[in-house]
Every structure is written in C-alpha cells, then in structure tokens.
C-alpha cells in the first residue's frame, strides 16, 4: 500500500509543527501584539505568537501589525509550498513512462496527484506545480524573497510571468534590479517596473515579442449560466485601452439620460455591459441597412469602398457606430527623443503602462499633442495656482496629467476618471492650487473625508497618508513619461 502523502513530512519541519503546537497550548491568548515581531522573520515562532493573539479584544493598530504578519506568514507557507511541489515533481515516481506525448510529463503527472490529495481541478493542480518548479528552478532568488516573507505569491507571479520567456541573460538583470525594489511595491507598480526596465535593456527583443503577440489576439465567448456568457479577449493594449474608454464613457452618458428620463438606476458595471452589447447590435443593424441598400456606380477612375471612419494605426473600421456624443482620448505620454526616432525609449499608455516606442510614435502620429514641460530630475509636472473653489479646466487637465492614477495607496484607477480632491480642504484656507489639488476616485475621496484618514502632499510630490490605526503610507509622484 503506497504511503499516505501526509506520513512524507520533513523531520525537521514536522518537530517546529510539534513546537509551534506546545507552544501555542502552553500560552493563554494575548490581545496585544509585541512590538517587535516585525523583525522576527516568517516561521514557527511567529506563527506560534499570531496563534496567541486573541482579536476579539484588540487595538486596530495590533488587529493591521498582525494583518502585516499574517502575510508574511502566508508568503513564507507559498515558498514551502513551491519547494515541496517542485521536490514531489523530481521524484522519479512522479516521472512518466517515454510516450512521445509532450503532455506525459511529471508536472502533470505530479499535479494529478496534487489535484486528488487536495481536491484541486487539474488545471489548478498543474498550474500550482508548474509555477513550483519554474520558480524553485528559474527564479531561486525571487523564491527565497518569497520564503523570507518579503513578497506575496501575486509579486512572485508578476516576476515570472513577465520575465519567464525571456533571455536567461536579461531575465537575471532585471529580476536583480526589481527584486530589492519589490518589497515596497504592489503587483501593478511592479509590472510596470518590470516593463519599462525590460524596454530599456531590450527594445529590440521587446519589440519583436510585442509583434508575435500581436499575432495572437483573439477574441471568444464562452457560455454561461442562466442564459449569460462571457466575452474575453486578448488584444494590443492600445486597442483596449481604446474600448475600456469608450464604455466608460457611454457608461457616463447612460447613468445621466437614465436619471433624465426617470429610469431605474444601473450600477456601472451594468451600464459598461449594456454600452458593449449597444456596439454590436448598432454595428448589425448599420451592417443590415448597407446590404439592402443599392449601391452606386463607381465614378471613373474611383472603386467603390465602404465609409471608413478613424481607427488605430495600420487599420480602419469599414463599420461606423454613430457620431460620439463627446471625444474619446486615450492618452499617451513619449518623450520627444523617441518620437522623434533618435531613441527606443517606451511610450506610457495611460491606464496601462509602458508600450513599445513604435507603438507609441504610430498612436502619436494619429492623435493630438500637448506638450507637458517636466523636471528633468523628478519627471514632476510643474505647479500652477487658482484661487477659485472649483479648478478650472486647464488646471484639472493638469492635475490629471501630473497625477496619472488615484493618489490613494494601492489604488490604480486613472486620474482621468478621479475627482479633484482640495488636500486642505477650501473652507480651512486650502488654495486651490496644484500643489493643494490631486486626483483621488470616488471611493477614496470619500474614504478621506468620512473615514479618519489624514492626508499631505510633501515638496517631492510624494503622498503622505495617515490611516485611522495611525500608520503611515507613502504614495511616491509619478513621472510624465
């Protein structure tokens, strides 16, 4: 009879289970959390003092520190969890017989048993064991940071993912550029780092990757229950860019006819939906009145087409949906040694990040330019003053600009779709001023207000928040291209 997967159990690991577990029996509940438990690192002692603490008694500031904790706990579980499936996958039970089938291999064989041991579909199984190995093999510095408590699983997934079908040379230079700065970053600034280090050591491989994915855009619907699917697609970010704007801007539109016209009200995420199905059903209805429509004879010298109306680089639609009711933008930022072809540097797609320099000059090509005049040290915008309550419209365009994305910690809604939120507020004496003025959404300008937050812009243009436990959180400036 083969033995239980349970009874396969490192020695070692099994006497700190056997210590954390007299420990945690011996110690009654604390509701206090030391002080210096953050410097202990991920393990059995720390997980012997979280089991102690008792929440239902404690601070906010002890209940966010072993929040703080258990994350670090919860990383430090994932690098054992990588380390234990990427040792079950080298094992030679798990190796299959020679079949000459690429999917006869021990990752899927070891996530079979994966699955079936843990309840897992297979697809999580062979992603969770795949990920093992490639960061157990590929990446053994992203996985002890990993272990050590220094990055989530979901960093650690933005470090492979991005860098996993790279050249070992430039995998090993960004992943030691990024990994000392992935601490103190969350998953999307950390993406975005990747990208633009990545553009920079390797415009030429970037480019080339960027063209062959370009190949693979497709766009499907799959069924759902009770008579719904879902649409996914995979396409060039600028395309998507495109289209997210657009549906939010119909979205914008519906909730204020809806609210004119006396309507129920729909959530957004609603009106976004009922905004894209709008698309396809005008585009069948303009592609019905064309087919019954006769069509002209050619003039001499002319060939009959179809009415094209602006669309991205490369390409037009030959199906129009209506006039807009108000312009539709998608910004995005190039420094002018790129556009002018002298370098690769990457563009900035607002709303996504860093995108090839040819990318970039194309969408410039096809758009309108405002010049943004930057700090060459800091890549801040420059400042500009109001003394009016409400900020007028080159002044907003300018905080938008400046700001890029929601000035809240860990928020990446784009500025162009925030509020312009007085830091001090106007009724205590606050300027409505760039220096005083940023961009925060909805959720988070209400958060400031009604939630005892406290908030500062300091000279650099970095963010100083203070939360209601009394901790602090820094939010850096971003840079204009």
Same mark, same amino acid.
């Given at each position: 009879m083969a033995p239980d997967p349970c009874? $396969? &159990?490192?020695?070692?690991?099994?006497?700190?289970?056997?210590?954390?577990?007299?420990?945690?029996?011996? /110690?009654?509940? =604390?509701? +206090? @959390?030391?002080?210096?438990?953050?410097?202990?690192?991920?393990?059995?002692?720390?997980?012997?003092? /979280?089991?102690?603490?008792?929440?239902?008694?404690?601070?906010?500031?002890?209940?966010?520190? $072993?929040?703080?904790?258990?994350g670090r706990l919860e990383a430090w579980t994932e690098g054992l969890q990588a380390a234990v499936s990427a040792a079950l996958a080298s094992r030679a039970e798990m190796r299959p017989d020679q079949t000459g089938y690429r999917s006869a291999n021990p990752v899927t064989n070891t996530a079979v048993a994966v699955a079936g041991r843990r309840h897992l579909t297979a697809r999580q199984a062979e992603n969770l064991v795949g990920h093992s190995l490639q960061l157990v093999e590929d990446f053994p510095d992203t996985h002890a940071c990993l272990s050590a408590g220094l990055i989530d699983l979901r960093r650690a997934r933005v470090i492979t993912d991005e860098l996993g079908g790279q050249d070992p040379a430039v995998r090993e230079r960004v992943e030691a550029a990024v990994l000392p700065k992935a601490p103190h970053l969350d998953s999307v600034a950390l993406r975005a780092l990747i990208k633009r280090l990545l553009h920079e050591l390797a415009p030429v491989e970037t480019a080339e990757r960027h063209r062959r994915a370009r190949d693979r855009r497709y766009v499907a619907v799959t069924p759902a229950s009770d008579g719904m699917s879902f649409v996914e697609a995979l396409m060039p970010a600028e395309d998507a860019t495109a289209i997210d704007t657009a549906l939010n801007v119909a979205a914008a539109d519906a909730k204020r006819a809806d609210a004119a016209a006396g309507r129920p009200a729909r959530t957004r995420d609603?009106?976004?939906?009922?905004?894209?199905?709008?698309?396809?059903?005008?585009?069948?209805?303009? %592609?019905?009145? =064309?087919?019954?429509?006769?069509?002209? *004879?050619? #003039?001499?010298?002319? #060939?009959?087409? =179809?009415?094209?109306?602006?669309?991205?680089?490369?390409?037009?639609?030959? /199906?129009?949906?209506?006039?807009?009711?108000?312009? &539709?933008? /998608?910004? +995005?930022?190039?420094? @002018?040694?790129?556009? %002018?072809?002298?370098?690769?540097?990457?563009?900035?797609?607002?709303?996504?990040?860093? &995108?090839?320099?040819? +990318?970039?000059?194309?969408?410039?090509?096809?758009? +309108?330019?405002?010049?943004?005049?930057?700090?060459?040290?800091?890549?801040?915008?420059? *400042?500009?003053?109001?003394?009016?309550?409400?900020? #007028?419209?080159?002044?907003?365009d300018f905080i938008t600009a400046r700001d890029r994305t929601c000035r809240a910690p860990g928020c990446h809604r784009a500025a162009r779709s925030c509020d312009i939120d007085h830091i001090v507020s106007f009724a205590a004496g606050g300027a409505t001023s760039a220096a005083n003025c940023h961009a925060l959404c909805e959720t988070h300008h209400l958060l400031k207000h009604h939630a005892k937050w406290a908030v500062e812009r300091q000279p650099d243009g970095t963010t100083r928040w203070r939360s209601p436990t009394g901790h602090h959180f820094l939010k850096p400036p971003a840079r204009a291209g």
């Open positions: 009874d $396969v &159990i490192d020695p070692d690991l099994d006497a700190q289970l056997d210590q954390l577990a007299a420990g945690y029996a011996a /110690v009654p509940a =604390a509701a +206090v @959390f030391p002080p210096d438990a953050d410097e202990l690192p991920p393990g059995p002692e720390l997980a012997a003092m /979280v089991a102690r603490f008792d929440p239902a008694h404690a601070e906010a500031g002890d209940l966010l520190e $072993v929040a703080a904790a258990l609603q009106r976004r939906a009922d905004a894209l199905a709008d698309l396809g059903w005008e585009a069948l209805t303009a %592609c019905a009145d =064309a087919a019954t429509r006769p069509t002209p *004879d050619p #003039t001499p010298g002319q #060939t009959a087409a =179809a009415a094209t109306s602006s669309g991205p680089p490369e390409r037009a639609t030959a /199906v129009t949906t209506g006039p807009r009711r108000r312009p &539709i933008s /998608v910004h +995005v930022t190039i420094p @002018f040694t790129a556009l %002018c072809g002298l370098t690769d540097e990457p563009g900035e797609l607002d709303g996504y990040g860093p &995108i090839p320099a040819h +990318v970039a000059r194309a969408l410039a090509a096809e758009g +309108v330019w405002t010049w943004l005049s930057t700090d060459p040290g800091t890549g801040q915008l420059l *400042d500009l003053g109001r003394r009016k309550y409400r900020p #007028t419209k080159a002044l907003a």
